[in-house]
């Protein structure tokens, strides 16, 4: 089942971008990608439409870049992913983007623009038998979240406007205001959708967190769901992470 020709945007390990993918690419190549997962984001055709709003990430321009595919300023998410799933299919296609990731460490979403790298260093370069992509993404990606978190908490500040209608909301953590179903039916009441997921993707708009916490904030370790969050937050600018509290307020205020 093609699944309408797309699948959800994540920051994917195996390669090192974040990309709303044609579904066959994902499940052949992609394991950190969970095509059940894909296919209730499309419940309803609502994601299908999310897919084709929103404007293609910086990561997928930097892949188009790199392969001399043209693109405007207005292209879609959607269109992005599949055009780069056309392109990733190809074995020698998969092996020259893998090299020029090993070469220049390139996991960055904030820029479009490629890292700088000579032509004779690109020929040259040879890839260790043990070196793993999806390590080096991780190991990126905790650098640059441990440095946004130094010196603060990961919510938004100032605390931004909420809206629910045909926004999408992620919860994670323990919450007093009932369980986690409960939360995402008063979200579902105000217009808004609260998907179940394992991880956080550019769709979604708030990042929800309980007021309860986790005591492993206190040593530095905010969870896989929050640190993804800030990482993406710091290219996109979404999604806000907001605390239970605010969200609560929120809900008061738009009460049915």
């Known amino acids: 089942m093609e699944l309408a020709g797309f699948c959800y945007s994540v920051f994917c390990h195996s390669c090192g971008f974040e990309s709303a993918l044609y579904p066959r690419f994902c499940r052949s190549q992609h394991k950190a990608i969970n095509p059940s997962s894909c296919e209730n984001l499309l419940e309803s055709g609502r994601h299908l439409a999310t897919v084709n709003r929103m404007r293609a990430s910086n990561r997928q321009r930097k892949i188009l870049t790199f392969f001399k595919v043209s693109h405007s300023a207005e292209l879609s998410i959607g269109a992005a992913g599949w055009e780069i799933a056309q392109i990733l299919e190809i074995p020698e296609n998969r092996d020259l983007w893998r090299r020029y990731v090993y070469l220049t460490n390139d996991f960055d979403c904030t820029s479009s623009e490629l890292k700088s790298y000579t032509e004779a260093d690109f020929q040259s ?27 603060h908490s990961p919510f938004d500040l100032p605390e931004p406007e909420i809206e629910f209608c045909g926004r999408a909301f992620l919860f994670t953590g323990k919450f007093s205001f009932g369980t986690r179903k409960q939360c995402q039916s008063e979200v579902a009441s105000r217009g808004g959708r609260a998907p179940s997921l394992k991880n956080v993707n550019s769709e979604i708009d708030y990042l929800v967190i309980g007021n309860k916490g986790n005591s492993m904030w206190k040593k ?25 509290d605010h969200w609560t307020l929120s809900l008061l205020q738009n009460a049915n």
């Open 125 to 151: 370069v040879q890839i260790p038998d043990d070196w793993s992509a999806s390590a080096a993404a991780k190991e990126f990606r905790e650098e640059i979240v441990a440095g946004e978190l130094a010196d």
């Open 220 to 244: 530095g370790s905010y969870g896989i769901k929050i640190e993804e969050a800030v990482f993406l937050r710091r290219g996109s600018g979404r999604p806000a992470i907001i605390s239970e």
